[in-house]
T-cell receptor, first 111, second 113 residues
Framework: QKEVEQNSGPLSVPEGAIASLNCTYS??????FFWYRQYSGKSPELIMS????GDKEDGRFTAQLNKASQYVSLLIRDSQPSDSATYLC???????????FGTGTRLTVIP | DTGVSQNPRHKITKRGQNVTFRCDPI?????LYWYRQTLGQGPEFLTY????????KSRLLSDRFSAERPKGSFSTLEIQRTEQGDSAMYLC???????????FGSGTRLTVV
């Protein structure tokens, strides 16, 4: 079983809509969760981190964490064409410093 | 400029040759990681340094791979006797003791022909 699972997509949403990206993880005692954005041919860029159950908002981005369900999500409000990228979910394993990444969800925002 | 510098950006090599990549981290970050990413996949962990100590290695890091971080500053990743399956983007990332997520370098894209 993979450590971090994401729907590979592609996910297409119209400009101005809400994009919802989902991620599940296998290590029940993981404590740190991250969302990265990766444009084609570029390296990943950190956009959100979340450590506690509930929601964390930063501008148009909201990360949601439910440790009981081992589920992390990222909502992008008012989606823009510039949000078109692959979004990677990452989890810090128990007792480790390295992150485990999902395969990413490719998002396309249609103008 | 991400603050983490990787060189070269691209490397094309013939199968069987040795290659070496370099990563210069953000100066105040004491933790340095190497990842490999192939098309359509997320980054896969290879190895991790805290200062100059190599603390963890993935089983993906075969004996053809070696990494160093002398004096806890820049790091090098060497691949000996390259194989076509080694073709990938090699990413370096660093973070500080706060652990609030990595900063990635721009990566080195390796093509083995």
């Amino acid at each position: 079983q993979k450590e971090v699972e994401q729907n590979s997509g592609p996910l297409s949403v119209p400009e101005g809509a809400i994009a919802s990206l989902n991620c599940t993880y296998s290590d029940r005692v993981s404590q740190s969760f991250f969302w990265y954005r990766q444009y084609s041919g570029k390296s990943p860029e950190l956009i959100m981190s979340i450590y506690s159950n509930g929601d964390k908002e930063d501008g148009r981005f909201t990360a949601q964490l439910n440790k009981a369900s081992q589920y992390v999500s990222l909502l992008i409000r008012d989606s823009q064409p510039s949000d078109s990228a692959t979004y990677l979910c990452a989890v810090r394993g128990t007792g480790a410093n390295n992150l485990f990444f999902g395969t990413g969800t490719r998002l396309t925002v249609i103008p | 400029d991400t603050g983490v510098s990787q060189n070269p950006r691209h490397k094309i090599t013939k199968r069987g040759q040795n290659v070496t990549f370099r990563c210069d981290p953000i100066s105040e970050h004491n933790r340095l990681y190497w990842y490999r990413q192939t098309l359509g996949q997320g980054p896969e962990f290879l190895t991790y340094f805290q200062n100059e100590a190599q603390l963890e290695k993935s089983r993906l890091l075969s004996d053809r791979f070696s990494a160093e971080r002398p004096k806890g500053s820049f790091s090098t990743l060497e691949i000996q006797r390259t194989e076509q399956g080694d073709s990938a983007m090699y990413l370096c990332a660093t973070d500080g003791s706060g652990g609030d997520g990595y900063t990635f370098g721009s990566g080195t894209r390796l093509t083995v022909v």
